[in-house]
C-alpha cells in the first residue's frame, strides 16, 4: 500500500490550495484518512481526518478556513485550504488507517510542501 499525495505549492497570505492524496494497493477498508503537517523545528500536528462515514475533525488553528473531504470508492482525501496564513507553511503528510492484506496499520504519504508567503 502507497499513499500518493498531490499538490501544495507556493501562495500568497489569504490566497488557497489543495492538496490530494490517494491510498493505493491491495486495500480491504479505510476507518480514517487525514493530514498532518510539520513545520521546520517542529513536532508533527494533526490538521485534520475524516472518517469512513464522513465525520470530520480539525485542529483549532484551520477551523473554518480548510476543509478535508473523502471519496471512498477512490480512496482519496482531499484538503482545501482557504485564507492561508504564513504559519500554515509545513510539509503536509497524508495519513490513512486501514486494513490491507497484512493488516491493520497507519500508512503516511511521503509529505508536499506548502508555503504561505507574507
Known amino acids: 500500500v502507497q499513499l500518493q499525495a498531490s499538490g501544495g505549492g507556493l501562495v500568497q497570505a489569504g490566497g488557497s490550495l489543495r492538496v490530494s492524496c490517494t491510498a493505493v494497493g491491495r486495500i480491504f477498508s479505510i476507518y480514517s484518512m487525514g493530514w498532518y503537517r510539520q513545520a521546520p523545528g517542529e513536532q508533527r500536528e494533526l490538521v485534520a481526518t475524516i472518517t469512513s462515514d464522513g465525520s470530520t475533525s480539525y485542529s483549532d488553528s484551520v477551523k473554518g478556513r480548510f476543509t478535508i473531504s473523502r471519496d471512498n470508492p477512490k480512496n482519496t482525501v482531499d484538503l482545501q485550504m482557504n485564507s492561508l496564513k504564513p504559519e500554515d507553511t509545513a510539509v503536509y503528510y497524508c495519513?490513512?488507517?486501514?486494513?490491507?492484506?497484512?493488516?491493520?496499520?497507519?500508512?503516511w504519504g511521503q509529505g508536499t510542501q506548502v508555503t504561505v508567503s507574507s
Open positions: 495519513n490513512a488507517k486501514l486494513t490491507d492484506w497484512i493488516g491493520t496499520d497507519d500508512y
